[in-house]
């Protein structure tokens, strides 16, 4: 079944080298079904393998390709490592995809670049499956640049648009800065360790060849990869504004590939995470924080992916901070949920946009239930999902968080605490100023009715609502050993994580968890059932993100642009400009000196040479006396 597993990401790879031999030859239909049915068939392999996997008694499988970089001490493989924790990935990665790409056949359907656009998504997915299933450090980077790359192409889609192109540049930028920290790690475990496979850095990481303070420093360097990729603080601001994108982009960064790599990566790491408290302690504060921030942003912000973006952002803090209080399982247990949840979210937004004619002001939507049948039901579950409400895949997920976070930090704990009740606020905001109240898009329609979408985007709502109504089944409470903490538990560092809550607490947190829902849902709909007039709820300060970008601006690139202005206006033209003219200057200069020398006259030249052989004749006759 080996041969099987390399075909998880072959598949994708194959479906872009499709279109792009094929090109515009293809019809647009049939780039869109080559694209799908290539995720598609990779779903089908990764439910091969996961099955195989889980009749085998040894559950970590490399599989070698060839031999790749082999310099002194490091030798490194293009090798796949097959283990639970990269199939769970590929589930849920090719699945959530798939769904994606049959969506974007009708979402896309009247763009001019709709080949590119299933070609930018298939080397998206083959990016994030080699990120996935590598087994050392540099495959893992690979698909690590190739996920930022796609993201550049693909926030950047509409690139004739200032903004979109912006966005673009900003993503790809923010991700740069963040793979120093990969690229520091991978220095530490290669000085220190000699080997950059995940296996042998597991093995080897307890000999004590990495001092405490090395393991930390590598520690919070894996955290500067995560928080560029996964979107913490500082480097959260790219994730919003990727929003330019064509909808089905958005779910595909915020839901099931790109934003969850960093979380992966914590999380495939953990053996190294466990022996540096200092550095859980700063993962678990950084993905409180986050979490947090977000989700007030979250409750000011207009534009329906936005809030939807802020919320990815937020939830993503919420793994981030399992990883820091050890509760591995239960962030892979939230990324699985929430790229159900919020896939669907994003897809169920986009229909919303696409009734509207491209509208995404929350203020001019409203009453659009009666006008979408399929659209509405399906939104309501994700809504339920994300807020926290039982027997939704959002309470299991998040409350097996805040079990932990408890267990581990009650101050953090509060702090999560409260941003589910903020999560529960603004999404009620959002899904009362969608769905109900008065009808506020009659300009924007021209007087018609908002339309349903077409089958291939309802039929992956439905899917989706489905598997966010389901998903809490994956690891529900008191059947872990038979769950998906059974399951991953085996391959993932267990001795850092919190001691197991007793039932009775476990069942009072929950009814807490469940309380804060509530709080929030309330909330939402007593402040926001009546628009006339439009309430004055909303914060400037919040819906400018805290004037974080405002900070990055006055701190970072106004003096960053002045010091090019400087560079331009001086440095240039005065210094390096100014140095290559003296220097010719001076060549020209010295070469009309010695032209004056060359008379063209013999006797010139003898009496030269005679005084030259003077000067050497009173030189011999000196040394010689």
């Known amino acids: 079944m080996s041969h099987v597993a390399t075909l998880i990401a072959l598949f994708p790879l194959a479906g872009f080298v499709a279109i792009l031999v094929l090109g515009s030859s293809l019809t647009k239909n049939s780039a869109g079904w080559i694209g799908t049915s290539a995720v598609g068939a990779s779903f089908i392999a990764s439910v091969a393998t996961f099955v195989w996997l889980l009749h085998q008694s040894n559950r970590e499988v490399t599989i070698h390709l060839f031999d790749w970089i082999n310099v002194g001490l490091i030798h490194v493989n293009v090798a796949f490592l097959i283990d639970p924790l990269s199939i769970t990935m590929c589930l849920f990665v090719t699945g959530i995809s798939t769904l994606i790409h049959l969506y974007s056949i009708g979402y896309m359907h009247g763009e001019r670049d709709f080949r590119k656009f299933f070609l930018y998504l298939n080397a998206f997915v083959f990016s994030m499956l080699i990120l996935v299933t590598a087994d050392n450090l540099v495959l893992t980077f690979v698909g690590w640049e190739g996920v930022g790359a796609c993201s550049y192409w693909l926030v950047s889609y509409y690139f004739t648009k200032d903004a979109a192109a912006s966005a673009g540049k900003k993503a790809f930028i923010y991700n740069r800065v963040g793979d120093v920290g990969?690229?520091?790690?991978?220095?530490f475990f290669a000085s220190h360790l000699h080997t950059l496979t995940y296996l042998s850095i597991?093995?080897?990481?307890?000999?004590?060849?990495?001092?405490?303070?090395?393991?930390t420093l590598t520690v919070l360097a894996l955290l500067l990869a995560a928080s560029g990729k996964s979107a913490q603080i500082p480097l959260f601001n790219w994730l919003p504004d990727a929003m330019e994108g064509p909808t089905p982009?958005?779910?595909?960064?915020?839901a099931a590939t790109m934003v969850t790599a960093g979380v992966y990566l914590l999380c495939r790491m953990s053996w190294v995470v466990q022996y540096s408290h200092a550095g859980k302690l700063t993962i678990a504060i950084i993905g409180g924080l986050t979490a947090f921030v977000a989700a007030t942003v979250a409750t000011s912000q207009r534009d329906i992916k936005k809030v939807l973006a802020f919320s990815t952002v937020s939830q993503i803090g919420y793994m981030v901070l399992a990883v820091g209080s050890g509760a591995y399982i239960a962030a892979i247990f939230l990324m699985v949920a929430h790229a159900f949840f919020k896939a669907l979210l994003f897809l169920g937004s986009g229909s919303v946009i696409h009734s509207?004619?491209?509208?995404?002001?929350?203020?001019?939507?409203?009453?659009?239930?009666?006008?979408?049948?399929?659209?509405?039901?399906?939104?309501?579950?994700g809504w339920l999902a994300i807020s926290g409400i039982p027997p939704f895949a959002g309470f299991w997920a998040?409350?097996?968080?805040?079990?932990?976070v408890y267990q581990s930090n009650k101050i953090l704990y509060a702090l999560a605490l409260f941003t589910a009740v903020l999560t529960a606020y603004y999404m009620s905001r959002l899904f009362v100023l969608t769905f109900r109240g008065t009808e506020r898009f009659r300009e924007i329609t021209e007087g018609h009715d908002p339309h349903e979408s077409p089958w291939v985007m309802t039929l992956p709502l439905v899917v989706l609502a489905v598997l966010a109504f389901l998903g809490g089944a994956l690891d529900l409470p008191f059947v872990h050993h038979n769950s998906l903490a059974g399951w991953l538990s085996p391959i993932l560092a267990m001795a850092g994580a919190p001691a197991e809550a007793s039932s009775t607490a476990q069942w009072a947190l929950s009814i807490v968890d469940i309380v804060a829902a509530l709080i929030g849902l309330v909330a939402a709909?007593?402040?926001?059932?009546?628009?006339?007039?439009?309430?004055?709820?909303?914060s400037s300060f919040l819906e400018r993100v805290w004037r974080w970008d405002d900070a990055y601006d006055t701190v970072l690139g106004r003096p960053a642009q002045r010091l090019a202005l400087v560079g331009a206006d001086v440095v240039e033209p005065l210094l390096i400009d100014g140095a290559v003219a003296a220097v010719a200057g001076a060549a020209r200069d010295s070469g009309a000196g010695l032209r004056k020398a060359q008379s063209?006259?013999?006797r010139h030249y003898a009496v030269v040479m005679m005084a030259g052989v003077a000067v050497a004749l009173v030189f011999v006759i000196a040394r010689v006396w």
Do not use: C
């Open 182 to 187: 990969l690229l520091i790690a991978m220095f």
């Open 202 to 215: 597991f093995t080897t990481i307890s000999s004590g060849a990495m001092s405490p303070v090395v393991i």
């Open 249 to 254: 982009v958005s779910a595909l960064i915020h």
């Open 356 to 381: 509207l004619n491209g509208e995404q002001d929350l203020h001019k939507m409203g009453g659009l239930r009666k006008f979408l049948p399929w659209t509405f039901p399906t939104f309501t579950i």
């Open 398 to 404: 998040k409350g097996d968080i805040l079990v932990n």
């Open 525 to 538: 709909f007593t402040l926001w059932r009546n628009t006339e007039p439009w309430p004055t709820y909303e």
């Open 600 to 602: 063209g006259f013999v």
